[in-house]
């Protein structure tokens, strides 16, 4: 069964995926220490892909793709003429700066799909990075959440503009998609609903 959640007008349910991830070749760079332990979480902005990854990366010449976000911006021109066909979307890892994004691609909704890769569960960034999309930059079109995706954290990527979800492959995503419907009436504002509840709510004395 398919690991994927989708919400379509508001509903959820488990869609086959018609996106084809591409992903970079495995790289040679140690792994960042200090204090003799390896480093969960990279930094924004660290670099931790290489040209070579981004030259040797097989780009299927058929289908939908979804191509990491240093790929695209060094082959662009290669990839040009499927994305004005709508087949090519763009991943990115949380520790990637949005703005590399934003300024080699004017027109982020000419893009169908865009996807954010958390290594971690803990790592909050993928809520910022979506609330951003939403807000700031206007994207319109679907946003995806893949990596350590949990049950636990559908509602706030929800709540942050997400609208997929690739649950991690051990998880069960029938399950995990009972937990959008964990909260009836959120009291923050946030990209699915602005107006906080006491906004939303007129309280008789």
């Known amino acids: 069964m398919s690991n994927l959640i989708q919400l379509t007008n508001g509903k959820a ?3 086959d995926d018609a996106w084809v991830l591409v992903k970079l070749p495995a790289s040679q760079v140690e792994a960042r220490k ?30 939908k793709l979804i191509v990491p976000l ?27 700066v949005l ?19 958390v290594e971690r569960f803990a790592d909050g960034r993928i809520f910022s990075i979506g609330t951003l999309l939403r807000t700031r930059y206007g994207f319109k079109n679907e ?6 995706v949990l049950r636990d ?21 029938v399950e995990a998609m009972a937990s959008l419907s964990d909260f009836s009436a959120p009291y923050q504002g946030a990209v699915d609903e602005a107006q906080p509840a006491f906004r939303r709510y007129n309280r008789i004395a």
């Open 143 to 148: 946003l995806r959440a893949i990596g350590d």
């Open 99 to 117: 703005l590399s994004l934003i300024e080699n691609q004017a027109d982020l909704n000419a893009l169908p799909i865009i996807v954010v890769h």
């Open 34 to 63: 200090q204090a003799g332990k390896v480093v969960l979480f990279k930094l924004t902005g660290e670099k931790t892909v290489t040209d070579e990854q981004v030259a040797t990366t097989a780009i299927p010449a058929n289908g």
């Open 153 to 173: 954290q559908l509602f706030f990527l929800k709540r942050s503009g997400f609208t997929s979800f690739a649950i991690r492959a051990d998880r069960n995503a």
């Open 70 to 96: 240093s790929v695209f911006i060094a082959r662009k021109a290669e990839l040009l003429s499927r994305i004005n066909k709508n087949e090519v979307g763009v991943w990115l890892d949380t520790h990637e």
């Open 13 to 15: 349910h488990i869609s």
